[in-house]
């Protein structure tokens, strides 16, 4: 147990779906983070959460949608994905300005 | 070493075995490094961390070399065990904010598949 809980595990959706990922750190950290992972690739930053204000947005397509609603807690909202957006997405959470990063046990997503 | 490509590098050890690790960084501003190991059906778990201004650290049965000139960083096992075959990730941060610190973004290698054979 990390102390970064993330649901649901698996989640196998359509293209036309709505959807959202859930995101809860018990580590009382400042930043929150998600991260795609794909076979074989590596981890690939998606959104930064600092204090609830979102510092960072690497290119991430507007079918993905994050929400920070306060420190603990970060949502990803799906709408409209496509097949290759299949793969585990990970949440993390890190103490403000330290690197180590801890994460959950990530949501492995289907897209059909 | 890590490297992109289609196909993760393997190392296979027995039980009991030393294991090395390697990894490429290419950032020579890169002042942190962490190694994370990772589980099937689970997300990646830190194991160590390093800084620029250190050459080694050692754990608990693993051991972070950090080669600054050459921008190589090694992790070592020892006396590898079963439970210890996961995917293995370096992660370099090369990142600053405004401010000249370091904030917590992190570039991570592909990963080494470490299988420990009985």
């Known amino acids: 147990e990390t102390g970064v809980t993330q649901t649901p595990r698996h989640l196998v959706m359509g293209m036309t779906n709505k959807k959202s990922l859930k995101c809860e750190q018990h580590l009382g950290h400042n930043a929150m983070y998600w991260y795609k992972q794909s076979a074989k690739k590596p981890l690939e930053l998606m959104f930064v959460y600092n204090f609830k204000e979102q510092t960072e947005n690497n290119s991430v397509p507007s079918r993905f949608s994050p929400e920070c609603p306060n420190s603990s807690h970060l949502f990803l909202h799906l709408h409209t994905l496509q097949p290759e957006d299949s793969a585990l997405y990970l949440c993390?959470?890190?103490?403000?300005?330290?690197?180590?990063?801890?994460f959950g046990s990530g949501t492995q997503l289907s897209v059909l | 070493g890590e490297s992109v490509g289609l196909h993760l590098p393997t190392l296979s050890v027995q039980e009991g075995d030393n294991s090395i690790i390697n990894c490429a960084y290419s950032n020579s501003a890169s002042d942190y490094f962490i190694w994370y190991k990772q589980e099937s059906g689970k997300g990646p778990q830190f194991i160590i961390d390093?800084?620029?201004?250190?050459d080694k650290r050692q754990g608990q049965r693993v051991t972070v070399l950090l080669n600054k000139t050459v921008k190589h960083l090694s992790l070592q096992i020892a006396a590898t065990q079963p439970g210890d075959s996961a995917v293995y990730f370096c992660?370099?941060?090369?990142?600053?904010?405004?401010?000249?610190?370091?904030?917590?973004?992190?570039?991570f290698g592909q990963g080494t598949i470490l299988t420990v054979h009985p």
């Open positions: 992660a370099e941060n090369n990142h600053r904010n405004a401010g000249g610190t370091s904030y917590g973004k992190l570039t």
């Open positions: 390093i800084r620029s201004n250190m």
């Open positions: 993390a959470s890190s103490q403000d300005a330290n690197e180590k990063l801890f």
